[in-house]
Nanobody
Framework: QVQLVESGGGLVQPGGSLRLSCAAS????????MGWYRQAPGKQRELVAT???????NYTGSVKGRFTISRDNAKNTVYLQMNSLEPEDTAVYYC?????????????????WGQGTQVTVSS
């Protein structure tokens, strides 16, 4: 089994910063892309940022220049540094990873999700 455990959410004032972490553990052969998604009340889950195993990044337009995604492959961990937070960033943030596991039939890739961490931006 594989687990993704997020941490770092909380309440912050507009203009403030938070750093989210997501650590993958369990039976892992390797991890391909990792990313962060978010879901605000009454809205669909949306992509925030992704990072490949080689370090290439992609961001949704509303967070470009404010958020930075990074990863530590040795620790199977992905981070999201969020600066200049706005009330519109309030949401539950989910970690996602394409995890490769070795099984009886060889290596297969699984789309894995964390449990989510709440980020609230409010004065």
């Amino acid at each position: 089994q594989v687990q993704l455990v997020e941490s770092g959410g909380g309440l912050v004032q507009p203009g403030g910063s938070l750093r989210l972490s997501c650590a993958a553990s369990g039976s892992i052969f390797s991890i391909n892309a990792m990313g962060w998604y978010r879901q605000a009340p009454g809205k669909q889950r949306e992509l925030v940022a992704t990072i490949t195993s080689g370090g290439s990044t992609n961001y949704t337009g509303s967070v470009k220049g404010r958020f930075t995604i990074s990863r530590d492959n040795a620790k199977n961990t992905v981070y999201l540094q969020m600066n200049s937070l706005e009330p519109e960033d309030t949401a539950v943030y989910y970690c996602n990873a394409a995890i490769r596991r070795r099984g009886i039939r060889g290596i297969r890739e699984y789309d894995s999700w964390g449990q989510g961490t709440q980020v609230t931006v409010s004065s």
